[in-house]
């Protein structure tokens, strides 16, 4: 298995676009982990106070239009 070390050392010696490239393709990935994980919590019911939070906020009348 490649050792981290490893791939610091070959990150470091890409041309400015492949790195371009590649933190784009991380940023991405991380991304698309954060949609996935928001999903789940959100179907367990662990993102349920929002809602409930924004509700009392709505009946005192305390949101206000973006």
Do not use: H, T, Y
Request: hydrophobic share 40%.
């Amino acid at each position: 298995m490649i050792k981290i070390e490893q791939i610091k050392k070959a990150i470091k010696s890409l041309p400015d676009n492949d790195f371009i490239q590649l933190r784009k393709w991380f940023l991405d990935k991380d991304w698309e982990n954060w949609d996935k994980q928001i999903e789940v919590d959100s179907q367990a019911g662990k993102l349920d106070f929002f809602m409930k939070e924004v509700l009392e906020e709505k009946k005192e009348k305390k949101l206000r239009n973006l």
